[in-house]
């Protein structure tokens, strides 16, 4: 069997997100060298003139030549500086490609080398991709530029069975295009294979690159997805194309943020920090080498207890009863780690009769409030267990050096600040007044407590951010933070679990793993990462991807679990009714918390998003259309006692 080879999008592919996309870089450095004026759109000059010159052809195929020929119609450039630019085409196509590794690998095992590829580009230029770039010097290939022949005509494929002495069943071609390497061969009996990685996935097409920093960004995105190895498909595709470039340039920020404000000490709040910082490091290869990078375990349970210095103040309570729609007397004294068994009488005596997993109204709310504030022996018990928590707090801190320096920044995703605030509480506590900054992706409230704090947020649009969803990003490998023990004089973290297996099951070193590998492959080019269109860019995929999830997504994404120790653990994706949805849209009010809407109406009402022409749009949904079709008399009928209840909430 002989095996032949297309090459662009199945042995290489280029360094940017799309093929014209090299382009914006010949644009870039023709203007750079002032050959052209900075007014002229080079670009769509470039790709009319080829769209041109194939229509004035009377062959198959055109040469680069010809298209420049036609290009200068416009330009009016001399010769030279034409023949320059042409030069320059080339150069930047040989700098900006890399290898497809699986494809690679078969090319080198073929017997032989043979490669067929249709493009306009000269003999000398593609021979010299394909030493440089496959490393191989004894091979064949077939141009279509130079025989004017292509292979979606048929035509160069008779040429090389001819030139070979080759049987058309005797032979086997690997290409992506699906006619051109697909359909066409397989017209003249020749087996052939499509090669689909190199094609663009949805979110992908939508990206459209304004400069070369962006198609470089998004093309690393593109090349990671392709030659990560991995069967697990769909994490590995939004690990690299909205995770990985969503991280790294919130990291990048961070840390750019940090050298502006001299800070020469970041710690990396667990569990969300462990993904970021290992980020950190890559981007330290290069840049920002005089920070110093660590991991500092840390949590809600940890930290939120410990700041709770002469009383239960108004802070105390806000975490206290966070999510009032779902506030129990377990999760309440959960909180304060004190047994509500030992108070139960006291609150039922007082008015509040109510088991401890029962939701309590806004009423009883404030009634527990008032009532916790007047129980000596509760708050006893936990300014009691606050100052234990406190004090291993501190000497683990000082263990980590947190205090070496006076000025400190922390790392975090978001999404009030409120671990900043119980920490510089409780160690302003014992009288230690560090500057300290806290970073994070966004701030939905603000959390400040003393006038040495600072809050930076790297989201500075008004982008929709599922948090949950977010959160899953930059989920670590172990358990949460239950507290801190001290062992042989050092100070340790307790964990709730040392390794999070479910989630290694779903697939989180896979997801870790491909950042990973974006991450280096985005430290050896030299961008500029401060472009607020790249910024811009990278925003608005991630917003594509909250809003527009397909099945394969959804089904991935049901199969893991938010772990939120202050709330429950629930599927992102759980499963939903239409009554569910009715509800949801009549009253605000929805079954689950922290889930993706948007996903579980694709995964299990799909029939619903094609009826409402939803699939390629936004899911946002209509309360006009949900009026027209229901009458008062059926929206209350849904609106059961237990939900008028919470509706005061």
């Given amino acids: 069997m002989?095996?032949?080879?297309?090459?662009?999008?199945?042995?290489?592919?280029r360094k940017v997100l799309n093929p014209k996309d090299i382009f914006i870089l010949l644009e870039k450095k023709i203007k750079t060298l002032q050959i052209i004026p900075n007014e002229l759109d080079f670009y769509s000059m470039r790709i009319h003139a080829e769209r041109s010159a194939r229509k004035k052809s009377e062959f198959e195929e055109i040469s680069l030549e010809e298209i420049y020929e036609e290009l200068n119609c416009s330009l009016k450039l001399s010769n030279n500086n034409l023949?320059?630019?042409?030069?320059?085409?080339?150069?930047?196509?040989?700098?900006?490609?890399?290898?497809?590794?699986?494809?690679?690998?078969?090319?080198?095992?073929?017997?032989?080398?043979?490669?067929?590829?249709?493009?306009?580009?000269?003999?000398?230029?593609?021979?010299?991709?394909?030493?440089?770039?496959?490393?191989?010097?004894?091979?064949?290939v077939y141009i279509s530029s130079e025989l004017r022949k292509t292979k979606r005509t048929g035509s160069l494929f008779q040429h090389v069975m001819s030139d070979l002495k080759i049987n058309f069943n005797e032979w086997l071609h690997i290409g992506d295009n699906r006619y051109s390497d697909y359909i066409s061969p397989k017209k003249l009996g020749i087996q052939s294979e499509i090669f689909k990685d190199s094609h663009l996935i949805k979110i992908e097409k939508k990206t459209n690159p304004v400069d070369e920093d962006i198609a470089k960004y998004f093309g690393c995105a593109k090349n990671t997805r392709i030659n990560f190895d991995t069967d697990r498909t769909e994490i590995k595709n939004i690990s690299a194309s909205v995770i990985a470039p969503t991280l790294f340039l919130y990291v990048y920020d961070l840390l750019e943020k940090a050298h502006k404000n001299n800070i020469r000490k970041l710690y990396f709040l667990a569990r969300d920090g462990q993904i970021m910082l290992e980020i950190a490091k890559i981007i330290q290869k290069k840049h920002f080498t005089q920070i110093e990078c660590k991991y500092l375990y840390a949590s809600r349970k940890a930290w939120h207890l410990a700041s709770v210095c002469d009383e239960i103040d108004d802070y105390a309570y806000e975490w206290v009863f966070y999510k009032?729609?779902?506030?129990?007397?377990?999760?309440?004294?959960?909180?304060?780690?004190?047994?509500?068994?030992?108070?139960?009488?006291?609150?039922?005596?007082?008015?509040?009769?109510k088991d401890k997993n029962q939701l309590l109204n806004n009423d009883e709310i404030s009634l527990v409030k008032n009532l916790i504030l007047n129980c000596r022996a509760l708050v006893n018990e936990v300014l009691t267990k606050s100052a234990i928590k406190r004090k291993i707090l501190f000497e683990y801190l000082e263990q980590e050096g947190f205090f070496d320096s006076e000025k400190v920044g922390i790392v975090d995703v978001g999404w009030n600040g409120r671990l900043q605030y119980s920490l510089s509480k409780s160690i302003r506590h014992h009288n230690f007044n560090p500057e300290i900054h806290g970073f994070y992706f966004n701030l939905l409230r603000t959390f400040r407590y003393s006038e040495n704090d600072h809050l930076h947020k790297f989201l500075d649009t008004n982008n929709k951010i599922n948090v949950p969803i977010f959160e899953s990003f930059v989920y670590a490998t172990h358990g949460t933070l239950l507290g801190y023990e001290s062992d042989n004089g050092r100070i340790n973290p307790v964990l709730?679990?040392?390794?999070?297996?479910?989630?290694?099951?779903?697939?989180?070193?896979?997801?870790?793993?491909?950042?990973?590998?974006?991450?280096?492959l985005i430290i050896l080019e030299s961008l500029d990462l401060h472009s607020p269109e790249l910024k811009k860019h990278v925003l608005s995929n991630l917003e594509y991807f909250f809003n527009n999830p397909c099945k394969e997504t959804a089904f991935l994404y049901s199969?893991?679990?938010?772990?939120?120790?202050?709330?429950?653990?629930?599927?992102?994706?759980?499963?939903?009714?239409?009554?569910?949805?009715?509800?949801?849209?009549?009253?605000?009010?929805?079954?689950?918390?922290?889930?993706?809407?948007?996903?579980?109406?694709?995964?299990?009402?799909?029939?619903?998003?094609?009826?409402?022409?939803l699939r390629k749009k936004k899911l946002t949904f209509s309360w006009k259309f949900f009026n027209r079709f229901t009458t008062q008399h059926v929206r209350t009928w849904f609106q059961r006692p237990d939900d008028l209840l919470r509706e005061t909430e």
Avoid at 2 to 13: A, C, E, G
Avoid at 564 to 581: A, C, M, N, Q, Y
Wanted: negative net charge.
């Fill in 559 to 613: 199969k893991v679990l938010h772990d939120d120790t202050s709330l429950s653990v629930s599927s992102l994706v759980p499963k939903i009714t239409l009554i569910d949805f009715i509800k949801l849209k009549a009253f605000n009010r929805s079954p689950f918390e922290n889930m993706w809407w948007t996903a579980s109406l694709v995964l299990y009402l799909p029939t619903l998003v094609k009826l409402l022409s």
């Fill in 2 to 13: 002989i095996y032949t080879f297309d090459l662009f999008d199945t042995l290489i592919t």
């Fill in 83 to 140: 023949k320059s630019i042409m030069e320059y085409e080339c150069q930047i196509e040989i700098e900006n490609i890399v290898p497809i590794n699986s494809q690679h690998q078969k090319f080198l095992d073929a017997k032989n080398k043979i490669i067929i590829t249709d493009i306009y580009l000269d003999r000398y230029t593609i021979e010299k991709i394909i030493r440089d770039v496959l490393k191989i010097e004894d091979f064949t």
């Fill in 496 to 520: 709730s679990e040392e390794i999070n297996t479910s989630l290694i099951e779903w697939g989180l070193n896979i997801q870790q793993d491909v950042i990973r590998y974006y991450s280096e």
């Fill in 324 to 353: 009032p729609k779902s506030i129990t007397f377990d999760r309440i004294f959960s909180r304060l780690e004190c047994s509500y068994n030992d108070y139960k009488d006291y609150f039922r005596t007082n008015g509040v009769d």
